[in-house]
């Protein structure tokens, strides 16, 4: 129930903002902006894991999500250089990282195996909601082939991430 509706909330977090829920396309710079902002978020949930998670399955999760995402927005961050493109915050983003903070500062008043449980059911939640987003929303819309190219990438590696949370949700229950 809990992983449904943290999905739930993080896809109609990513795909209502005005500008995607009009059908009008993200631009290239709005996009970039969303896929980072993503990455941060996702780096700062595995940052509190790290202080908080009680089980070496989960610490080792968060390590992998901390070093993927860090690897993942160190490229964008050289790809918007590179291309002379300024990210664009906007209401997806925005969004996403209300929602976040919220579901921080929820998992903060966790401890122990409940919250060992609580992040890994989120993180799953997240990934699905970030995947759809980048298979119906972002890629479709990318301009630039390179940065398509980069989402691309960053779908197979968080694809895997999805794989690999739900395999920790499994073994925590």
Do not use: C, W
């Not at 996009?31 to 989960?58: C, E, F």
């Not at 119906?136 to 991430?161: M, V, W």
């Amino acid at each position: 129930m809990f992983v449904r509706l943290s999905a739930a909330i993080a896809a109609i977090a990513l795909l209502s903002s005005p500008a995607l829920a009009q059908g009008a396309k993200p631009t290239d710079p709005q996009i970039a902006h969303i896929a980072y902002t993503a990455g941060v978020l996702d780096i700062n949930a595995a940052n509190q894991a790290m202080k908080k998670a009680k089980s070496k399955d989960v610490k080792a999760f968060a390590e992998d999500m901390l070093r993927d995402h860090e690897a993942v927005n160190k490229q964008a961050l050289a790809l918007v250089k590179k291309l002379n493109v300024t990210p664009e915050d906007n209401d997806t983003s925005r969004a996403l990282s209300k929602q976040a903070s919220d579901k921080l500062a929820e998992l903060d008043k966790l401890d122990g195996a409940a919250f060992d449980k609580a992040y890994v059911a989120n993180e799953v939640a997240y990934h699905k909601a970030v995947n759809g987003a980048l298979e119906t929303q972002l890629i479709p819309s990318a301009s630039n082939g390179e940065l398509k190219s980069l989402l691309q990438t960053g779908l197979k590696i968080f694809q895997g991430h999805q794989q690999h949370a739900e395999h920790v949700a499994a073994m925590l229950k």
